[in-house]
């Protein structure tokens, strides 16, 4: 993949991402205000998304990786 860089960019969605809510749970962060609660974990410095549907950087990574920068 090589439109993540792109995707970051992209004001409008960096905006929605910053409407969602982190809440640290035992299993990850749960990020939620979407149509449904994800679990965003961490592996080293890699974050993963349970979202379904193998998006590369989907709206939660990009909420998490806003929040941590
Ligand atoms: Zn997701």
């Given at each position: 993949?090589?439109?993540?860089?792109?995707?970051?960019?992209?004001?409008?969605?960096?905006?929605?991402?910053?409407?969602?809510?982190?809440?640290?749970t035992?299993q990850g962060l749960m990020v939620?205000?979407?149509?449904?609660a994800r679990i965003v974990t961490?592996?080293?410095?890699?974050?993963y998304c349970d979202c379904?549907?193998?998006?590369?950087?989907?709206?939660h990574?990009?909420?998490?990786?806003?929040?941590?920068?």
């Amino acid at each position: 993949m090589h439109h993540g860089t792109a995707q970051l960019a992209d004001p409008a969605r960096r905006a929605r991402a910053r409407l969602l809510m982190m809440t640290p749970t035992a299993q990850g962060l749960m990020v939620t205000g979407g149509s449904e609660a994800r679990i965003v974990t961490r592996h080293g410095d890699v974050l993963y998304c349970d979202c379904p549907d193998g998006v590369q950087l989907c709206k939660h990574l990009l909420a998490v990786g806003l929040h941590l920068a």
